[in-house]
Nanobody, 122 residues
Framework: QGQLVESGGGLVQAGGSLRLSCAAS????????MGWFRQAPGKQRTLVAL???????TYADSVKGRFTIARDNARNTVSLQMNSLKPEDTAVYYC????????????????WGQGTQVTVSS
């Protein structure tokens, strides 16, 4: 079994920027969608941005125009550039990938990173 390894995150003032990165490791036959979700205290985990392997992107309305997702198919990595951060962006951010790790897997299996804290101070 492999894993998703995240990096980035931290504490930043409102209006600042952060960049999150995530790399899939282990046995990989193919990677379908990759993306980022976030979960604020007491709230459900919600989609931030998603990029399937065709390169199209989907963003939550709350981050459109401020966040940019990008993936490198050759390296099985995905990043999230976050600009103009707001206090309401404070959450634990989770990397997501649907990965087919073995040829015997009939469909891609959802995988999650361990989460990285993003805190935006006002």
């Amino acid at each position: 079994q492999g894993q998703l390894v995240e990096s980035g995150g931290g504490l930043v003032q409102a209006g600042g920027s952060l960049r999150l990165s995530c790399a899939a490791s282990g046995s990989i036959v193919s990677v379908n969608a990759m993306g980022w979700f976030r979960q604020a205290p007491g709230k459900q985990r919600t989609l931030v941005a998603l990029v399937p392997n065709d390169g199209t992107t989907t963003y939550a309305d709350s981050v459109k125009g401020r966040f940019t997702i990008a993936r490198d198919n050759a390296r099985n990595t995905v990043s999230l550039q976050m600009n103009s951060l707001k206090p309401e962006d404070t959450a634990v951010y989770y990397c997501y990938a649907a990965i087919r790790r073995y040829y015997s897997d009939p469909v891609p299996i959802p995988s999650w990173g361990q989460g990285t804290q993003v805190t935006v101070s006002s």
